[in-house]
């Protein structure tokens, strides 16, 4: 596709999105078009956390963290596409991306190590990584995002998490965080981010969560910011 059109496209399609979530929320996401950097064709990487022998966190409700993940993850997929973006996702499927080991300890290590592979080898791959928080005590709520240490990574996830706030979660002071300790966001050469959508430990917003609805918006908010973030 030429890049005038597909420009115009992105600039149509970044409005209607922005006008869905304003419908959903009341609020406006704020789209950000900075001069970055980025030469090249993009491709969202999207990562849905954990999967197959790792379930991740358990919500009040007895769901794996790894099936909402997934779900989110299908959806912003789609939105991605319609807008005319390439992606690529890390696993489809409830499975974990291993390649070698034995235990389940160095199964998770070849899996980690498989999704920066994967981000690595992808040109103009932008990380967007899709989990859920949980905390011994329900009362936290509220979506945070984290930035890996790569160019471009901090800035997208400050754009996003004040999106975040200000549509889906009014009245929060969650800020967006650098990804200490973990493994992928510490090892990828490309800019990326780590949504943690809300807490499973929370019993309504882990009902949001569940449901089509909010996963829906959520995406929109993450899509409407990443699309703009790369015009
Ligand atoms: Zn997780």
Do not use: W
Not at 41 to 57: L, N, R
Not at 58 to 70: D, I, M, Q, Y
Not at 158 to 167: G, M, P
């Amino acid at each position: 596709m030429k890049k005038k059109l597909m420009l115009k496209l992105t600039y149509t399609a970044t409005i209607l999105l922005t006008l869905t979530v304003a419908s959903l929320t009341n609020q406006a996401v704020t789209v950000i078009s900075q001069q970055m950097d980025f030469e090249r064709e993009i491709c969202f990487v999207i990562d849905p956390g954990h999967g197959g022998v790792d379930g991740g966190a358990t919500s009040v409700t007895g769901k794996l963290e790894s099936a909402f993940n997934l779900e989110i993850s299908v959806r912003l997929r789609d939105l991605l596409h319609f807008l005319g973006y390439q992606t690529k996702m890390i696993r489809t499927t409830d499975v974990s991306v291993y390649t070698r080991g034995e235990t389940i300890a160095q199964k998770k290590m070849s899996d980690l190590k498989e999704r920066v592979r994967i981000c690595n080898e992808t040109s103009g791959a932008i990380l967007l990584s899709i989990h859920q928080n949980t905390f011994s005590d329900g009362k936290y709520s509220g979506a945070q995002v984290f930035y890996a240490d790569a160019d471009n990574s901090e800035a997208l996830a400050k754009a996003l998490q004040k999106n975040l706030v200000n549509t889906l979660n009014p009245g929060s002071n969650r800020q967006a965080k650098k990804a200490e300790g973990i493994y992928l966001m510490e090892h990828i050469q490309c800019p990326g981010v780590l949504v943690e959508c809300g807490f499973l430990s929370n019993v309504q917003e882990e009902a949001k969560l569940r449901s089509a609805e909010y996963q829906k918006a959520l995406c929109c908010v993450i899509a409407a910011t990443a699309v703009g973030f790369v015009a």
